[in-house]
């Protein structure tokens, strides 16, 4: 990276699998308001600042063991906070592309909408597809962002609203996000009687850790 010694970074692959490409999309991290003068991400800046139309950078082949259950034709409830949405909106765009989709619910939770990435293409996604219900909380939605437009509720996802929004004793859950979103999600469900081979997440940490 521009000389510097070479960092490795895992980045989730956002588009549908099967295509010429990968798209990968990554939030900059730049300094917190806390600490303006930490350095910001060093990967992060480089890809968008540095890397342009192209330019080839090294990169391994996509792995991991977070995908969908191609055999399920259960309801599907797909559940992102953050950046965490990235390996969501693959997953969305692969049923949406596969033609017959199942029942699924994509929820999204985001700061507001200024941190809310890919909008305008879930939605488009959703519009063009009828069993697709997409459903956006806003936790500090901003002036400008408009409820019924841009989000849907204000707040965070809770499992009370969950309850009562998606069908928990038929369908497979997906989820990715921050810890506490994820860990809030891991034991609420397991607290519903959802079984473990239908909560399926990706943590960058052992799975014990959300449950303890």
Known sequence: MGGQESVVRNYSVSCAPGRDHYRISVKREDPPEAAP????????SYLHEEVGPG?????SAPAGDFFLDEASRRPLVLLSGGVGLTPMVSMLEHLVGRGTPPETWYVHAALGGRQHAMKQHVRDLATANGPIHPVVFYEHPAPEDVLGRDYDLP??????WLKGAVPVADAHFYFCGPRGFM?????????????????????FGPAEALYA
């Open 37 to 44: 003068y930490a350095p910001p991400g060093m990967a992060s």
């Open 55 to 59: 330019d080839v950078i090294q990169v």
């Open 155 to 160: 707040g965070r996802v809770t499992m009370d």
């Open 183 to 203: 860990r809030m999600l891991a034991i609420g469900l397991r607290a519903l009687d959802v079984p473990d081979e239908r909560i399926n997440f990706e943590f």
